[in-house]
């Protein structure tokens, strides 16, 4: 009965099976098909009276898998991220993907787009109450709470990365599913860390061979100059309240910061006269942010102040900053993002602790990565094959293929194929430099053949010496190349 429900829809998914992109996901609707009764044989009637829903052959909307052609670029975003986390102290955390939702909405804050429109929260079959993370400063503030880690040593600097959710409207460089790469540091409120964090940024996309990178920076004051300044928003956007979108309307009520991310143009038109954070900064907020600058400037980091710049997260406190890369006809898109959060973990319940953080929108680095078309690590390759013959010689070869790899060899095999010519193909479309053969004789007199696939030679070695002669090999390949390179340079002086 499996099998022939297996059949069935197999058959059904051959006809369907959408491209992976471009083409809009089909509803779960619209792919309920009947499996066609005449075609079908007496027992597969049975399952084809019954309407079976195909299994939709791709991911859901907004997601997608990471094909192992791109990976050489996410791979080299990984590396910057682990050079930058041992130049800066990072220390990595890994927090769970689902939290409690009321931990997200008191972190991220209600009436923000993240919590009241793209969280992913739902019902587990026990009764509570979860959202899947859409970012991860909520996780790893209550994970520093939670395991005390306010005696540690400050600045603490944690560094995480992993996938976040979103429930947005896809678009290119816009998932449901993306990935991030998160730097926070607890502990330290001096606006030299807050330049220290923005120079980090730098250094990875700079490292990612990104170029036209823009910082813009603003300063949100206190939470309670903000309150102040929340009160002359109302005042100013009460008079034209019916020219503001339905969400900005409710907004005016609930979250009026959040009016100046809005993206309706009517509501953008009108926040470019509304009155400015800037001049309504408390003094010490507006310090803090002029030593930024002078921070910024004697890294030489080049920056736009935005007074506009308020970020769409709730939790932030004086600095924000925001970075863009742009494209060569002047399309920005924003790589990533952050600020302070001094008063985060002291309002879950924690000590007061001063926090700076951002996050690089890593499906994004890759896809500016692709667009500059920026070079990519060449991962090493194996430079021997091992070929068997016949079935003693292939059982002998897997233990050969494991001494190899202890001493540090790659190496590569096709132990599925049975036929010489076929494996000599593959070692050959691989260009391996020494390919290795073992036959039932071989395998029987506990020796090897070693092919130079540069030279043409071969020689047969016991297998005890194998390592050393492989080595010798290659060693001498090593030697005719830089003495090629030699030749080479110094004909071209
Ligand atoms: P965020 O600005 O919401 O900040 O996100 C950071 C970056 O994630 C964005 O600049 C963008 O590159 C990427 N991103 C956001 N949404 C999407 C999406 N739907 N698809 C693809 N990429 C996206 C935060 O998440 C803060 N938690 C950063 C932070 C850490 N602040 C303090 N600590």
Redesign the pocket.
């Known amino acids: 009965m499996f099998l022939h429900y297996y059949n069935a829809t197999v058959m059904i998914s051959k006809k369907k099976v959408p491209a992976q992109t471009k083409t809009k996901a089909p509803s779960a609707k619209k792919v309920t098909q009947k499996i066609d009764k005449k075609s079908a044989p007496k027992e597969e009637k049975k399952v084809a009276a019954v309407e079976k829903e195909v299994l939709l052959m791709q991911p859901p909307r ?1 997601m997608r898998d990471i094909l192992p052609v791109d990976q050489p670029y996410w791979e080299r975003v990984r590396k910057a991220l682990a050079v930058a986390c041992q130049e800066y102290g990072f220390s990595r955390i890994d927090t769970p993907v689902v939290e409690y939702a009321n931990l997200v909405t008191k972190t991220i804050g209600e009436g923000t787009d ?1 919590v009241d429109k793209e969280l992913y929260s739902f019902v587990t079959k026990g009764g509570d109450n979860v959202a899947l993370r ?4 909520a996780g790893i503030a209550r994970a520093y709470i939670q395991h005390g880690m306010s005696v540690l040593p400050k600045p603490i600097r944690l560094f995480s990365t992993g996938s ?1 959710y ?1 429930y ?1 409207r ?1 678009q290119e ?4 599913e ?3 790469a ?3 540091v607890f502990g330290e409120d001096d606006p030299i860390l807050d330049a220290q964090i923005i120079h980090l940024a730098q250094r990875v996309v700079s490292q990612l061979g990104l170029k036209h990178i823009e910082f813009r920076i603003n300063s949100i004051g206190t939470a309670e100059s903000r309150r102040d300044y929340e009160k002359i928003l109302v005042r100013h956007f009460e008079f034209q309240k019916q020219k503001l979108c339905q969400d900005c309307r409710n907004r005016l009520v609930a979250n009026p910061l959040r009016i100046l991310d809005c993206k309706e143009d009517k509501c953008a038109q009108l926040v470019i006269s509304a009155p400015k954070f800037m001049d309504h900064l408390d003094q010490e907020s507006r310090d803090h942010f002029k030593r930024l600058q002078e921070y910024l400037n004697e890294l030489e980091i080049s920056y736009v102040i935005n007074p506009q710049l308020v ?3 709730d ?2 406190t004086r600095t924000v900053f ?2 863009y890369s742009t494209d060569s006809e002047g399309k920005k ?7 302070r ?1 001094d008063r985060l973990i002291q309002s879950l319940g924690g000590e007061e602790t001063p ?7 890593m ?2 680095l890759v896809l500016e990565m692709k667009r500059l078309n920026v070079k990519l690590y060449q991962e090493s390759k194996p430079k021997v094959f091992l070929a068997q013959l016949g079935e003693l010689a292939k059982k002998k070869s897997l233990r050969l293929f494991s001494e190899l790899q202890k001493n540090g060899i790659l190496v590569a095999e096709s132990f599925g194929r049975g036929s010489l010519k076929s494996q000599m193909r593959v070692a050959n479309r691989l260009g391996v430099e020494v390919a290795l053969i073992l036959g039932q004789k071989e395998a029987l007199d506990e020796t090897v053949i070693l092919k130079d696939m540069i030279s043409g030679t071969q020689e047969t070695v016991t297998q005890d010496k194998l390592v050393i002669a492989v080595r010798k090999i290659l060693k001498g390949n090593q030697v005719v190349v830089a003495k090629r390179a030699e030749v080479i340079e110094s004909s071209d002086i």
């Open positions: 907004g993240v859409p970012e991860f400063t976040v979103r947005d896809p460089g816009r998932y449901r993306f990935w991030q998160n730097f926070d970020r769409g997260l939790y932030y925001e970075i898109t924003a790589l990533g993002g952050g600020g959060y926090a700076i953080g951002f996050a690089l929108g499906d994004r």
